[in-house]
Protein backbone atom coordinates (compact mmCIF):
# COMPACT_ATOMS: atom_id res chain seq x y z
CA UNK A 1 0.00 0.00 0.00
CA UNK A 2 2.32 2.28 0.58
CA UNK A 3 4.40 1.16 -1.97
CA UNK A 4 1.84 2.06 -3.97
CA UNK A 5 1.39 6.15 -2.11
CA UNK A 6 -1.57 4.38 -0.67
CA UNK A 7 -1.36 5.45 2.71
CA UNK A 8 -2.94 3.45 5.47
CA UNK A 9 -6.50 4.63 7.05
CA UNK A 10 -8.02 4.18 10.72
CA UNK A 11 -10.09 1.29 9.59
CA UNK A 12 -6.59 -0.37 8.16
CA UNK A 13 -4.62 0.27 11.56
CA UNK A 14 -7.91 -0.80 13.62
CA UNK A 15 -7.71 -4.43 11.36
CA UNK A 16 -4.28 -4.95 12.27
CA UNK A 17 -4.52 -3.61 15.68
CA UNK A 18 -7.35 -6.32 16.30
CA UNK A 19 -5.46 -8.88 14.59
CA UNK A 20 -1.78 -8.46 16.96
CA UNK A 21 -4.20 -8.33 19.92
CA UNK A 22 -5.77 -11.59 19.29
CA UNK A 23 -2.46 -13.32 18.54
CA UNK A 24 -1.40 -12.31 21.76
CA UNK A 25 0.94 -9.01 20.31
CA UNK A 26 -0.16 -6.73 22.62
CA UNK A 27 2.65 -4.38 23.14
CA UNK A 28 3.18 -5.11 19.04
CA UNK A 29 -0.29 -3.73 18.90
CA UNK A 30 0.43 -0.90 21.42
CA UNK A 31 3.38 0.44 19.13
CA UNK A 32 0.87 0.45 15.88
CA UNK A 33 -1.17 2.77 17.83
CA UNK A 34 1.74 4.88 18.90
CA UNK A 35 2.59 4.42 14.95
CA UNK A 36 -0.87 5.55 14.01
CA UNK A 37 -0.89 8.93 15.86
CA UNK A 38 2.65 9.97 14.57
CA UNK A 39 1.69 9.46 11.08
CA UNK A 40 -1.26 11.86 11.54
CA UNK A 41 -4.52 9.39 11.35
CA UNK A 42 -6.48 9.77 14.75
CA UNK A 43 -7.51 6.13 16.36
CA UNK A 44 -11.16 5.95 16.47
CA UNK A 45 -12.96 4.57 19.67
CA UNK A 46 -12.95 1.03 18.01
CA UNK A 47 -9.45 0.99 18.14
CA UNK A 48 -9.03 2.70 21.34
CA UNK A 49 -11.55 -0.46 22.52
CA UNK A 50 -9.80 -3.01 20.96
CA UNK A 51 -6.46 -2.30 22.40
CA UNK A 52 -8.02 -1.92 25.96
CA UNK A 53 -10.28 -4.66 25.69
CA UNK A 54 -7.01 -7.07 25.50
CA UNK A 55 -4.96 -5.43 28.05
CA UNK A 56 -7.82 -5.91 30.53
CA UNK A 57 -7.92 -9.22 29.71
CA UNK A 58 -4.33 -9.53 30.44
CA UNK A 59 -4.91 -7.72 33.75
CA UNK A 60 -2.51 -4.77 32.77
CA UNK A 61 -5.25 -2.60 33.80
CA UNK A 62 -3.42 0.58 34.57
CA UNK A 63 -2.14 0.88 31.06
CA UNK A 64 -5.66 0.35 30.05
CA UNK A 65 -6.85 3.33 32.01
CA UNK A 66 -3.55 5.68 30.39
CA UNK A 67 -5.13 4.66 27.31
CA UNK A 68 -8.28 5.96 28.29
CA UNK A 69 -6.97 9.30 29.36
CA UNK A 70 -5.29 9.89 25.85
CA UNK A 71 -8.49 8.53 23.90
CA UNK A 72 -10.80 11.20 25.97
CA UNK A 73 -7.67 14.10 25.07
CA UNK A 74 -8.65 13.25 21.58
CA UNK A 75 -11.73 14.27 22.05
CA UNK A 76 -13.61 10.64 22.44
CA UNK A 77 -15.59 9.91 25.62
CA UNK A 78 -15.57 6.48 26.55
CA UNK A 79 -19.10 3.89 25.42
CA UNK A 80 -20.38 1.63 27.84
CA UNK A 81 -18.68 -1.06 26.45
CA UNK A 82 -15.33 1.08 26.90
CA UNK A 83 -16.34 0.60 30.56
CA UNK A 84 -17.28 -2.41 31.52
CA UNK A 85 -14.25 -3.57 30.08
CA UNK A 86 -12.69 -1.12 32.50
CA UNK A 87 -14.97 -2.56 35.15
CA UNK A 88 -14.78 -6.21 34.31
CA UNK A 89 -10.94 -6.09 34.56
CA UNK A 90 -10.71 -3.68 37.89
CA UNK A 91 -13.09 -6.14 39.76
CA UNK A 92 -10.26 -9.34 38.39
CA UNK A 93 -8.04 -7.61 40.39
CA UNK A 94 -9.83 -6.65 43.16
CA UNK A 95 -10.24 -3.24 42.61
CA UNK A 96 -13.82 -2.56 43.89
CA UNK A 97 -13.69 0.96 44.83
CA UNK A 98 -11.99 2.30 41.40
CA UNK A 99 -14.64 -0.01 39.66
CA UNK A 100 -17.42 1.55 41.32
CA UNK A 101 -15.81 5.11 40.91
CA UNK A 102 -15.93 4.20 37.17
CA UNK A 103 -19.62 3.40 38.19
CA UNK A 104 -20.22 7.00 39.13
CA UNK A 105 -17.91 8.41 36.35
CA UNK A 106 -20.13 6.66 33.88
CA UNK A 107 -23.40 8.10 35.13
CA UNK A 108 -22.17 11.73 35.48
CA UNK A 109 -20.63 11.26 31.53
CA UNK A 110 -24.13 9.78 30.95
CA UNK A 111 -23.37 7.03 29.59
CA UNK A 112 -25.67 4.29 30.71
CA UNK A 113 -24.79 1.19 32.58
CA UNK A 114 -25.87 -2.36 30.72
CA UNK A 115 -26.81 -5.45 32.48
CA UNK A 116 -22.86 -6.58 31.72
CA UNK A 117 -21.91 -3.71 34.50
CA UNK A 118 -23.86 -4.35 37.01
CA UNK A 119 -23.05 -8.07 36.84
CA UNK A 120 -19.65 -7.38 36.72
CA UNK A 121 -20.08 -5.34 39.85
CA UNK A 122 -22.32 -7.74 41.63
CA UNK A 123 -19.50 -10.77 41.05
CA UNK A 124 -16.54 -8.34 42.10
CA UNK A 125 -18.46 -7.02 45.72
CA UNK A 126 -19.45 -10.80 46.31
CA UNK A 127 -15.57 -11.88 45.70
CA UNK A 128 -14.14 -9.35 48.23
CA UNK A 129 -17.03 -10.07 50.40
CA UNK A 130 -18.71 -7.05 49.55
CA UNK A 131 -22.22 -8.69 50.42
CA UNK A 132 -24.47 -5.98 51.58
CA UNK A 133 -23.14 -3.86 49.24
CA UNK A 134 -23.61 -6.56 46.45
CA UNK A 135 -27.26 -6.81 47.39
CA UNK A 136 -27.95 -3.04 47.02
CA UNK A 137 -26.67 -3.13 43.53
CA UNK A 138 -28.43 -5.62 42.59
CA UNK A 139 -31.63 -3.90 43.93
CA UNK A 140 -30.35 -0.58 41.75
CA UNK A 141 -30.02 -2.56 38.56
CA UNK A 142 -33.92 -3.78 39.49
CA UNK A 143 -34.60 -0.39 39.46
CA UNK A 144 -33.37 0.58 36.41
CA UNK A 145 -35.05 -1.81 34.57
CA UNK A 146 -32.72 -4.14 34.47
CA UNK A 147 -34.33 -8.30 34.92
CA UNK A 148 -31.38 -9.83 36.81
CA UNK A 149 -30.54 -13.25 34.44
CA UNK A 150 -28.62 -16.33 35.04
CA UNK A 151 -25.10 -14.60 35.36
CA UNK A 152 -26.48 -12.08 38.26
CA UNK A 153 -28.61 -14.84 39.97
CA UNK A 154 -25.36 -17.27 39.77
CA UNK A 155 -23.59 -14.40 41.13
CA UNK A 156 -26.04 -14.35 43.88
CA UNK A 157 -26.20 -17.59 44.70
CA UNK A 158 -22.37 -18.35 44.54
CA UNK A 159 -22.00 -15.18 46.82
CA UNK A 160 -24.63 -15.79 49.46
CA UNK A 161 -23.13 -19.41 50.03
CA UNK A 162 -19.27 -17.91 50.31
CA UNK A 163 -20.48 -15.42 52.85
CA UNK A 164 -22.33 -18.12 54.86
CA UNK A 165 -25.85 -17.00 53.99
CA UNK A 166 -27.46 -20.56 53.26
CA UNK A 167 -30.65 -19.47 53.58
CA UNK A 168 -30.85 -17.03 51.62
CA UNK A 169 -28.95 -18.49 48.68
CA UNK A 170 -31.24 -21.38 48.66
CA UNK A 171 -34.12 -18.56 48.60
CA UNK A 172 -32.69 -16.81 45.69
CA UNK A 173 -32.54 -20.28 43.66
CA UNK A 174 -35.62 -21.13 44.29
CA UNK A 175 -37.15 -18.03 42.64
CA UNK A 176 -34.76 -18.40 39.88
CA UNK A 177 -36.28 -21.81 38.65
CA UNK A 178 -40.08 -20.61 39.91
CA UNK A 179 -39.45 -17.06 37.59
CA UNK A 180 -36.38 -15.95 36.73
CA UNK A 181 -34.02 -17.39 33.78
CA UNK A 182 -32.99 -20.49 32.50
CA UNK A 183 -30.77 -22.54 35.34
CA UNK A 184 -27.96 -24.41 33.74
CA UNK A 185 -26.30 -27.56 35.15
CA UNK A 186 -23.45 -24.70 36.65
CA UNK A 187 -25.84 -23.02 38.77
CA UNK A 188 -27.61 -26.39 39.97
CA UNK A 189 -23.80 -27.76 40.88
CA UNK A 190 -22.81 -24.26 42.72
CA UNK A 191 -26.63 -25.00 44.98
CA UNK A 192 -25.32 -28.47 45.82
CA UNK A 193 -22.38 -27.93 46.79
CA UNK A 194 -23.57 -24.95 49.07
CA UNK A 195 -26.12 -26.93 50.39
CA UNK A 196 -23.69 -29.93 51.34
CA UNK A 197 -21.37 -28.15 53.06
CA UNK A 198 -23.77 -26.42 55.35
CA UNK A 199 -24.66 -30.15 56.05
CA UNK A 200 -28.33 -29.35 54.45
CA UNK A 201 -28.44 -33.03 52.53
CA UNK A 202 -32.36 -32.82 52.15
CA UNK A 203 -32.10 -29.77 50.31
CA UNK A 204 -29.44 -30.96 48.15
CA UNK A 205 -31.64 -34.08 47.47
CA UNK A 206 -34.37 -31.94 46.31
CA UNK A 207 -32.10 -30.26 43.94
CA UNK A 208 -31.04 -33.60 42.41
CA UNK A 209 -35.14 -34.30 41.85
CA UNK A 210 -35.08 -30.40 40.04
CA UNK A 211 -32.71 -31.31 38.21
CA UNK A 212 -34.24 -34.45 36.33
CA UNK A 213 -37.44 -32.36 36.38
CA UNK A 214 -35.12 -29.60 34.16
CA UNK A 215 -34.16 -31.84 31.70
CA UNK A 216 -30.64 -31.62 33.80
CA UNK A 217 -28.64 -34.72 34.58
CA UNK A 218 -25.63 -34.54 37.59
CA UNK A 219 -22.64 -35.43 36.43
CA UNK A 220 -18.94 -36.22 38.08
CA UNK A 221 -18.97 -32.41 40.05
CA UNK A 222 -22.16 -32.98 41.20
CA UNK A 223 -21.27 -36.43 42.55
CA UNK A 224 -18.38 -35.49 44.33
CA UNK A 225 -20.18 -32.66 46.34
CA UNK A 226 -22.37 -35.02 47.97
CA UNK A 227 -19.93 -37.82 48.30
CA UNK A 228 -17.39 -35.13 50.42
CA UNK A 229 -21.06 -34.09 52.50
CA UNK A 230 -21.29 -37.86 53.49
CA UNK A 231 -17.41 -38.41 54.01
CA UNK A 232 -16.98 -35.25 56.32
CA UNK A 233 -19.67 -36.55 58.57
CA UNK A 234 -18.55 -39.52 58.76
CA UNK A 235 -21.52 -41.50 57.01
CA UNK A 236 -19.11 -43.74 54.64
CA UNK A 237 -21.51 -46.52 53.62
CA UNK A 238 -23.71 -43.43 52.28
CA UNK A 239 -20.76 -42.06 50.50
CA UNK A 240 -19.84 -45.75 49.12
CA UNK A 241 -23.74 -45.55 47.61
CA UNK A 242 -23.38 -42.48 45.64
CA UNK A 243 -20.36 -43.96 44.31
CA UNK A 244 -22.22 -47.08 43.04
CA UNK A 245 -25.00 -45.04 42.09
CA UNK A 246 -22.36 -42.57 40.03
CA UNK A 247 -20.91 -45.24 38.55
CA UNK A 248 -24.44 -46.85 37.28
CA UNK A 249 -25.55 -43.72 35.50
CA UNK A 250 -21.71 -44.12 33.68
CA UNK A 251 -20.22 -41.85 34.98
CA UNK A 252 -16.27 -42.48 35.62
CA UNK A 253 -15.25 -41.47 39.47
CA UNK A 254 -12.00 -38.63 38.94
CA UNK A 255 -9.41 -37.82 41.22
CA UNK A 256 -11.47 -35.30 43.26
CA UNK A 257 -13.21 -38.40 43.61
CA UNK A 258 -11.13 -40.76 44.68
CA UNK A 259 -9.08 -38.66 47.00
CA UNK A 260 -12.16 -37.40 48.52
CA UNK A 261 -13.03 -41.03 49.99
CA UNK A 262 -9.89 -41.96 50.48
CA UNK A 263 -9.22 -38.77 53.00
CA UNK A 264 -13.21 -40.02 54.45
CA UNK A 265 -11.84 -43.48 55.26
CA UNK A 266 -8.93 -42.60 56.58
CA UNK A 267 -10.53 -39.41 58.95
CA UNK A 268 -12.92 -42.52 60.16
CA UNK A 269 -9.83 -45.13 61.13
CA UNK A 270 -10.44 -47.46 57.95
CA UNK A 271 -7.23 -47.55 57.07
CA UNK A 272 -7.77 -51.06 55.57
CA UNK A 273 -10.53 -49.73 52.90
CA UNK A 274 -8.25 -46.50 52.38
CA UNK A 275 -5.57 -48.83 51.06
CA UNK A 276 -7.59 -51.40 49.16
CA UNK A 277 -9.59 -48.54 47.17
CA UNK A 278 -5.59 -47.12 47.15
CA UNK A 279 -4.54 -50.41 45.50
CA UNK A 280 -7.78 -50.95 42.80
CA UNK A 281 -6.48 -47.52 42.12
CA UNK A 282 -3.13 -48.78 40.83
CA UNK A 283 -4.57 -51.98 39.53
CA UNK A 284 -6.63 -49.90 37.09
CA UNK A 285 -3.05 -48.19 35.68
CA UNK A 286 -3.84 -45.12 37.69
CA UNK A 287 -1.53 -43.31 39.15
CA UNK A 288 -3.08 -41.48 42.45
CA UNK A 289 -1.91 -38.02 43.33
CA UNK A 290 0.12 -36.52 46.03
CA UNK A 291 -3.61 -35.85 48.38
CA UNK A 292 -4.58 -39.60 48.17
CA UNK A 293 -0.76 -40.22 49.57
CA UNK A 294 -0.86 -37.55 51.91
CA UNK A 295 -4.73 -38.60 53.49
CA UNK A 296 -3.10 -42.10 54.29
CA UNK A 297 0.18 -40.86 55.27
CA UNK A 298 -1.57 -38.56 57.83
CA UNK A 299 -4.25 -41.36 59.12
CA UNK A 300 -1.05 -43.86 60.00
CA UNK A 301 0.66 -41.03 61.62
CA UNK A 302 -2.10 -40.21 63.47
CA UNK A 303 -2.37 -43.54 65.09
CA UNK A 304 1.22 -43.97 65.48
CA UNK A 305 2.08 -46.19 63.19
CA UNK A 306 5.30 -43.61 61.56
CA UNK A 307 7.07 -46.85 60.30
CA UNK A 308 3.55 -47.56 57.91
CA UNK A 309 4.03 -43.66 56.83
CA UNK A 310 7.64 -43.56 56.00
CA UNK A 311 6.70 -47.11 53.90
CA UNK A 312 4.00 -44.53 51.65
CA UNK A 313 5.93 -41.98 51.91
CA UNK A 314 9.12 -44.16 49.56
CA UNK A 315 6.33 -45.78 47.77
CA UNK A 316 4.84 -42.36 46.53
CA UNK A 317 8.61 -41.19 45.30
CA UNK A 318 8.75 -44.83 43.58
CA UNK A 319 5.75 -43.96 41.41
CA UNK A 320 7.02 -40.82 40.48
CA UNK A 321 4.67 -38.59 42.85
CA UNK A 322 6.38 -35.47 44.34
CA UNK A 323 5.63 -34.85 48.14
CA UNK A 324 3.97 -31.80 48.75
CA UNK A 325 4.55 -29.28 52.11
CA UNK A 326 1.49 -30.48 53.69
CA UNK A 327 3.20 -34.33 53.56
CA UNK A 328 6.14 -33.35 54.89
CA UNK A 329 4.68 -31.59 57.60
CA UNK A 330 2.39 -34.42 58.77
CA UNK A 331 5.40 -36.19 59.14
CA UNK A 332 7.62 -33.86 60.67
CA UNK A 333 5.06 -33.24 63.14
CA UNK A 334 4.48 -37.02 63.99
CA UNK A 335 8.31 -37.41 64.42
CA UNK A 336 8.48 -34.02 67.07
CA UNK A 337 5.67 -36.47 69.16
CA UNK A 338 7.84 -39.29 69.27
CA UNK A 339 10.81 -36.91 70.49
CA UNK A 340 12.62 -37.61 67.19
CA UNK A 341 13.94 -34.22 66.59
CA UNK A 342 16.94 -35.02 64.92
CA UNK A 343 15.23 -37.29 62.30
CA UNK A 344 12.94 -34.22 61.71
CA UNK A 345 15.50 -31.82 61.12
CA UNK A 346 16.95 -34.51 58.58
CA UNK A 347 13.16 -33.93 57.09
CA UNK A 348 13.39 -30.49 57.02
CA UNK A 349 16.81 -30.83 55.14
CA UNK A 350 15.49 -32.95 52.91
CA UNK A 351 12.36 -31.04 52.03
CA UNK A 352 14.14 -27.50 51.85
CA UNK A 353 16.66 -30.15 49.23
CA UNK A 354 13.73 -30.36 46.75
CA UNK A 355 12.72 -27.12 46.49
CA UNK A 356 10.02 -26.96 49.05
CA UNK A 357 9.24 -23.64 51.22
CA UNK A 358 8.18 -24.94 54.65
CA UNK A 359 5.18 -22.78 55.70
CA UNK A 360 4.19 -21.46 59.33
CA UNK A 361 2.71 -24.62 60.79
CA UNK A 362 6.29 -26.53 60.00
CA UNK A 363 8.22 -24.12 61.98
CA UNK A 364 5.67 -24.04 64.82
CA UNK A 365 5.80 -28.17 64.72
CA UNK A 366 9.80 -27.81 65.19
CA UNK A 367 9.41 -25.11 67.29
CA UNK A 368 7.31 -27.17 69.89
CA UNK A 369 9.29 -29.95 69.44
CA UNK A 370 12.05 -28.52 70.38
CA UNK A 371 10.94 -26.83 73.38
CA UNK A 372 9.37 -30.01 74.58
CA UNK A 373 12.90 -31.73 74.27
CA UNK A 374 14.15 -29.03 76.02
CA UNK A 375 16.93 -27.59 73.71
CA UNK A 376 17.49 -24.34 74.20
CA UNK A 377 19.78 -23.89 71.02
CA UNK A 378 17.33 -25.29 68.43
CA UNK A 379 14.64 -23.37 70.72
CA UNK A 380 16.10 -20.13 69.68
CA UNK A 381 16.67 -21.58 66.20
CA UNK A 382 13.20 -22.07 65.45
CA UNK A 383 11.82 -19.52 67.24
CA UNK A 384 13.84 -16.81 64.45
CA UNK A 385 13.03 -18.81 61.69
CA UNK A 386 9.34 -19.33 63.13
CA UNK A 387 9.36 -15.44 62.90
CA UNK A 388 10.97 -14.94 59.50
CA UNK A 389 8.25 -17.25 58.36
CA UNK A 390 5.00 -14.90 59.85
CA UNK A 391 6.63 -12.44 57.81
CA UNK A 392 6.74 -14.61 54.75
CA UNK A 393 3.15 -15.56 55.27
CA UNK A 394 1.78 -12.00 55.74
Request: a negative charge.
Amino acid sequence: MEEMGIPPNVITYSILIKSLCRWGKIDEAHELLHEMRNNHCLPNIVTYSTLIDALCKKGRVDEALVLVAQMIQDGLCPNTFLYNTLISGLCKLDKEDEALGLLIGMRRSHCSPSIITYNSLTYGFFKVGWVNEALALVCKMIQDGFSPDAYTCSSLINGLFKAGKTEEAYDVFIQMIESGPFTDQVTFNGVINGLCKDGQMDKAWDCFQIMSKKGLHPDVVTYNSVIAAYCRTRHMSMAFQMLEKMTRKGLEPDKVTCNTIIDGLCKAGDLASAHLLMNKILDEGKVPDVMAYSSLINGHCKIGQMDEALKLFKSMEMVGIAADVVTYTTLIATLCKEDKLNAALLMLDEMRAKGLVPNEVTYNTLFWGARKRGDCEKNLFFNESNAKARLCSK
